[in-house]
């Protein structure tokens, strides 16, 4: 079945620490997201992919790197610049990478951080 | 500029009665809105999508929304609760602005009670 796989599920990272959130998925899809929920705030924007070897800054980018090298995965890393990392991240894709989205986004299952 | 509001944070319902979840949007060009599901420590699920077809959408789970551009609302309904409806909702417009943009409301968390 195709879908989008998100690991770990669980991660711990020390203060200081850079961590990365893998990313994959198998529908080929052009377009990838990062998205940051926190509690009562709805989901954030980090980063978006609209095609490979391209991304663009979401609203809350700082303290956040990306890649696209593959179409299938979209790694993010949590940088010692992100003073607040403790939230729970979520990968999405969707077919198209234009500027409106008529399809709906496909979820992944998430990946919760806490910084320890 | 566009924007999301859903009214009520939390909303209990009984099992067997009727759910509603309201949605109101600001959007300045014409909006694609979506409804989607999130189970704890789940991702998000699809429920539905107006798409400037049918303004009564179905969808999965026997949800249904109803976009009413006068009252700018997609608010989300379901018949009948099941124990199983029990879960977050989140509302997301998408337009085009000249640039990407999807935004998601805050979220309504639903309890069914028995």
């Known amino acids: 079945d195709g879908g989008i796989t998100q690991s770990p599920k669980y991660l711990f990272r020390k203060e200081g620490q850079n961590v990365t959130l893998s990313c994959e998925q198998n529908l080929n899809h052009d377009a990838m997201y990062w998205y940051r929920q926190d509690p009562g705030q709805g989901l954030r924007l980090i980063y978006y992919?609209?095609?490979?070897?391209?991304?663009q800054k979401g609203d809350i980018a700082e303290g956040y790197s990306v890649s696209r090298e593959k179409k299938e995965s979209f790694p993010l890393t949590v940088t010692s610049a992100q003073k607040n990392p403790t939230a729970f991240y979520l990968c999405a894709s969707s077919p198209n990478g234009g500027s409106v989205n008529l399809y709906g986004y496909t979820f992944g299952s998430g990946t919760r951080l806490t910084v320890v | 500029a566009q924007s999301v509001t859903q009214l009520g944070s939390h909303v209990s319902v009984s099992e067997g009665a009727l759910v509603l979840l309201r949605c109101n949007y600001s959007?300045?060009?014409?909006?694609?809105l979506f409804w989607y599901v999130q189970y704890p420590n789940q991702g998000l699920q699809l429920l539905l999508k107006?798409?400037?077809?049918?303004?009564l959408v179905k969808g999965i789970n026997g949800f249904e929304a109803e976009f009413k551009k006068s009252e700018t609302s997609f608010h989300l309904t379901k018949p009948s609760a099941h124990m199983r409806d029990a879960a977050e909702y989140f509302c997301?417009?998408?337009?085009?602005?000249?640039?990407?943009?999807?935004?998601f409301g805050a979220g309504t968390r639903l309890f069914v009670k028995a």
């Open positions: 959007s300045s060009v014409p909006p694609y």
């Open positions: 997301a417009v998408s337009g085009y602005t000249g640039g990407f943009k999807t935004i």
């Open positions: 992919s609209q095609i490979v070897n391209d991304f």
């Open positions: 107006y798409t400037s077809a049918a303004t």
